[in-house]
């Protein structure tokens, strides 16, 4: 079992960066793939980033390719994504997730959610 803890999110004017994180308990975070998703008022969920279990693939959504660097420290447990130039576009609340696959895994087979960390992004 992995338990996921989303922190860092708040409100933020336009332009401007907020770094999110994501602390894991259990051993076995080191070997998951972890993504990032968002979901905006009455939207779906969607992909933004993932990142595999040593950090040397990555993936991101074109939206926020440029913009939002997702990386992961598996000594401290803890996923981030580094968010800049945000825009209102970006407001939404944003999940860590976690599974033993590819990183090109669908969210649908993401095992480990956490709960949810909103982010606001004023004009």
């Known amino acids: 079992q992995v338990q996921l803890v989303e922190s860092g999110g708040g409100l933020v004017q336009a332009g401007g960066s907020l770094r999110l994180s994501c602390a894991a308990s259990?051993?076995?975070?080191?070997?998951?793939?972890m993504g990032w998703f968002r979901q905006a008022p009455g939207k779906e969920r969607e992909f933004v980033a993932v990142?595999?279990?040593?950090?040397?693939?990555?993936r991101y959504a074109d939206s926020v390719k440029g913009r939002f660097t997702i990386s992961r420290d598996n000594a401290k447990n803890t996923l981030y994504l580094q968010m800049n130039s945000l825009n209102p576009e970006n407001t939404a609340v944003y999940y860590c997730?976690?599974?033993?696959?590819?990183?090109?895994?669908?969210?649908?087979?993401?095992?480990?959610w956490g709960q949810g960390n909103q982010v606001t992004v004023s004009s």
């Open positions: 259990g051993r076995t975070f080191r070997s998951y793939t």
């Open positions: 990142i595999g279990w040593s950090g040397g693939s990555t």
């Open positions: 997730a976690g599974l033993s696959g590819s990183i090109y895994a669908k969210m649908y087979e993401y095992d480990y």
